[in-house]
């Protein structure tokens, strides 16, 4: 496939004229929030051969409370339903519906896994233990969000049914009740803590608000009144309630509002959403020019490149820094040197990673690419399961990495695709489309 990107003109002869650009602009712009704050945020250190692997939030009130602006993780969510809501049908093939997502969603995926199989081995040789651990612990962690994800597409049959403002409502305040109940037991029963994982349901959240959008049950003025209120409870309940600052997990944290999400999470994306569909329109219009747009769709079609293969750029480059001596940690000589030079070089290393493996994000694999099952009944249902058995699997994998019981989350995630994929008879033709496609 060649390097060669198309043109802004290209792209627009190819985009139809009731696109939505602004969920695409959200789409990838939550990514790359993504991929640039976890580049300003690590931290790391190797003391007496031990890996310690942080991030400026831990020490840095002011860092925490720019988390409510750049914890931007619900957009994408919001994004993902709105851009899919309209291609499902009552009635039609769950099962299919939602393996022709996640065909494209896992596919760099199995790339991903062999890179890190394969360099996880070399460096099991080479590094100290405790160098080595936390960056096995670390390497999949960030697919906590695909299997999320998966499993909010899985109920997008669900989420169809909100079709009027008041199912809306009903919609957002029974889960938003669910997990400020749930909340509430695990803050006065330490022993109930698991029961916060439940808390996963906060991410169907933002996938109500993309139906919403998507179905114009909600206007920019009454979403923005919206945003603006739900931000006064926010901050209410950081005020009065049990939650703390920082939208991120950090250690530190008695009660994290990250994993499993909390109730101030869950009001976080309520925030981001309502805002989001305040700014639609100026988002739209802003995307209509040439050089935005032409970098939106470009971004898109390579953005489980730039999410997943920025951390192993990430892991290399503090690692490299660890071991020449030089640090980029709180206290330690020439930190803003330092912090200036890693941006720099992820930059670099990024976009390389991006333009050289974005091809294996949109062509064909092999034996996983071409499954279809077009009718409802019992072999569309037992395909849908093993796909969220694969998604849950996926989740539960990062509490751990690629090490101890990780590697049997992985092992589960892997048998029930394959097998999901086994069940779904071969698709005649080609489905890789376009180098650059513009999904919906």
Sequence with gaps: MPLQFPTAAEIEARTPADRDRAIDVIRIGALLGVVAGHTIMATSIITDGVLIWDNLLTNSVVFQAFTWIFQIMPLFFFAGVAASVDSYRLGGSWGGWLLKRCTRLYRPVFYYLAFWTVALIVLRQLLPIHVYEPIAGISIQLLWFLGAYVLVLAAVPALTRITTPTRLIASVVAVYAFIAVVDA?????PGWSLLGYVNFVAWLIPGMFGVAYRRRLITPRA????????LAVNVALLQWGPYELSLVGIESQQLKNMTPPSLLLAGHAIILCAFAIAAAGSIDRWAHRPRVWRATVLGNSGAMTLYLWHMPALLGVHLAFDLLGLPRYPGQPHFVAL????????????????????????????????????????????????LCVAATATLASVGWGLKDYGIYCVAVMLVALITARRLAPQKCGSEAGLSVSLPR
Excluded: H, K, Y
């Design 339 to 386: 912090s200036i030079a890693q941006v720099v070089l992820m930059a670099l290393l990024v976009s390389a990673a991006f333009v050289a493996l974005r091809p294996l994000e949109n062509a064909e694999l092999p034996f996983w690419d071409g499954g279809r099952i077009s009718a409802p009944g019992v072999r569309s249902a037992a395909v849908g399961t093993l």
């Design 223 to 230: 979403a923005c009144g919206l945003g603006a209120a739900m």
């Design 185 to 189: 037991v695990r803050v006065t029963e």
